[in-house]
């Protein structure tokens, strides 16, 4: 396999926005683990996101595939331009799973029983742009899962602290999944496919969006005060948090979502690894 190839998978996944779970998720770690987890569960829980991401991505790609001929801003991408065949995808499909699966079972066996919910959620949310207008919803059922999985594979049960953090990363990936919807607003309103901007409009997507990330903020901010072990650091940085969320709200409005790319790709980042920082600083300090 020649470099030019591997660069084609990483771009058909979107190899590098696994910045957007995984500070998210090493933040999950600190937050639930009693003592600082062995070298041994941090690997097969960062092999575990990892896989479930890569599956999740070329699962999209390949479902999609039909609508992503037609619509003239995926036309450019692997799978439509031919450079990545649709047998290699069903190959990444089958390898992703099969690693998903055996570092499930690898953390314990609680883990590995309920991974095939987490692989039918993420087979699910293409599919859910066809019959729901809320396919966003789904996509953060996925990310609400994180948490709750990390705590089964640390502790083996589900903790309330890990359900605020799954409500927390499920309504900040649905906010902002409702803007990147903003980009194919057009398209999907063509050829029937669903979204809240498509059912709502543009407006009321923009404020829909908004409550899902003060739902986000609400719920870290609940966290923190029944965690007993997070202080001022933690609150200062909820602070920077919410200010970076302004201000990915503040880069698109109803008249003008030409920035929709900056908010989702840069800021939706700083976000992510701002939390990771908050959590990790306030566990040293």
């Known amino acids: 396999m020649n ?21 998210f998720a090493l933040a999950s770690v600190l937050l639930l683990a009693d003592r600082f987890p062995s070298l041994w569960d941090l690997l097969w829980i960062l092999i575990a996101l990892v896989s479930a991401r890569t599956l999740g991505m070329a699962f999209n790609r390949l479902i999609d595939e039909p ?9 450019g991408w692997g799978l439509v331009s031919g450079r990545v065949s649709r047998v290699e995808v069903k190959r990444i499909i089958l390898i992703s799973s099969v690693i998903f699966l055996i570092s499930s079972l690898a953390l314990n066996l609680l883990a590995f029983l309920l991974s095939p919910i987490v692989i039918l959620l993420l087979w699910l949310y293409p599919y859910s742009k066809r019959f729901t207008n809320f396919p966003h919803l789904v996509l953060g059922a996925v990310y609400l899962l994180i948490p709750v999985a990390v705590d089964v594979a640390l502790n083996s049960h589900v903790s309330f602290i890990s359900i605020l953090l799954g409500i927390a990363m499920a309504s900040w990936v649905a906010g902002f999944d409702i803007l990147y919807a903003l980009q194919d607003y057009e398209f999907d309103r063509e050829v029937g496919l669903k979204s809240v901007p498509v059912r709502f409009g543009i407006e009321t997507a923009l ?16 966290l923190g005060s029944i965690h007993g072990d997070l202080g001022f650091v933690y609150f200062s940085g909820l ?42 600083l306030d566990k040293l300090l």
Request: proline share 3%; no cysteine; net charge positive.
């Open 67 to 75: 609508y992503d001929r037609l619509n003239p801003r995926t036309q």
């Open 239 to 280: 602070v920077v948090l919410s200010l970076f969320l302004i201000y990915e709200h503040s880069l698109i409005k109803p008249s003008d979502t030409s920035k929709v790319n900056k908010a989702f790709f840069t800021v939706n980042g700083y976000v992510s690894v701002a939390f990771f920082i908050t959590v990790l």
């Open 3 to 23: 470099i030019e190839k591997i660069r084609d998978y990483a771009e058909l996944v979107k190899f590098e926005h696994t910045i957007f779970a995984l500070p």
């Open 207 to 222: 404020r829909i969006s908004k409550l899902m990330h003060a739902i986000t903020f609400v719920s870290l901010l609940l």
